[in-house]
T-cell receptor, first 114, second 111 residues
Framework: NAGVMQNPRHLVRRRGQEARLRCSPM?????VYWYRQLPEEGLKFMVY????????ESGMPKERFSAEFPKEGPSILRIQQVVRGDSAAYFC????????????FGSGTRLTVV | EDKVVQSPLSLVVHEGDTVTLNCSYE??????LLWYKQEKKAPTFLFML????IEKKSGRLSSILDKKELFSILNITATQTGDSAVYLC???????????FGAGTILRVKS
């Protein structure tokens, strides 16, 4: 069991470009969560998805950010027209059922906007 | 905004010392409080606390929740350099599935 796989590990984008972050949940997990971690801050919830459904997107910025978890393939967090303030570590977690104790986190994608 | 506050922000100790990390919160309608250890990569799960006053133990680590005073502590005895990490506290809500994290405590154990 490979755990939660995130790629890329590091991503550098110029201002105005698009960033696509991928997350493959653990085998058998159908719940995916995205969190953002700014320097010296805790993880902030962004969005919770199940296959083909967004369940809770209360932490997503209103513009430029979107997430999906298609029937086949990884979950994608997409950031359009990136700005310097988007630079952060983005973590994905998955769970079998929607319970915090069952979360398994991926190693994160560190996005740097230059 | 719902708040989870961890203290101290950072801590430097020597190997063999005992440390106590604190997590206080300002909400009551949560299902459980969780502790995670984050080294350079993914946060790894340590404890889930649901009931007040019941200590959870795993090796040199232990944790307890006080729902009356709205805090939890994480104790690490006989610290080792491998304990150096950021320790995160999070609340899991009664309804819904997101976790709300504190900013973490950075622990550095010197040899």
């Amino acid at each position: 069991n490979a755990g939660v796989m995130q790629n890329p590990r590091h991503l550098v984008r110029r201002r105005g470009q698009e960033a696509r972050l991928r997350c493959s949940p653990m085998k058998g997990h159908s719940h995916v969560y995205w969190y953002r971690q700014l320097p010296e801050e805790g993880l902030k919830f962004m969005v919770y998805l199940q296959k083909e459904n967004i369940i809770d997107e209360s932490g997503m910025p209103k513009e430029r950010f979107s997430a999906e978890f298609p029937k086949e393939g990884p979950s994608i967090l997409r950031i359009q027209q990136v700005v310097r303030g988007d630079s952060a570590a983005y973590f994905c977690a998955s769970s079998y059922q929607g319970q915090g104790a069952g979360y398994t986190f991926g190693s994160g994608t560190r996005l740097t906007v230059v | 905004e719902d708040k989870v506050v961890q203290s101290p922000l950072s801590l430097v100790v020597h190997e063999g010392d005992t440390v106590t990390l604190n997590c206080s919160y300002e909400v009551t309608n949560f299902r459980s409080l969780l502790w995670y250890k984050q080294e350079k990569k993914a946060p790894t799960f340590l404890f889930m606390l649901t009931s007040s006053g019941i200590e959870k133990k795993s090796g040199r680590l232990s944790s307890i929740l006080d729902k009356k005073e709205l805090f939890s502590i994480l104790n690490i005895t006989a610290t080792q350099t491998g304990d150096s990490a950021v320790y995160l506290c999070a609340l899991a809500w009664e309804y819904g599935n997101k976790l709300v994290f504190g900013a973490g405590t950075i622990l550095r154990v010197k040899s």
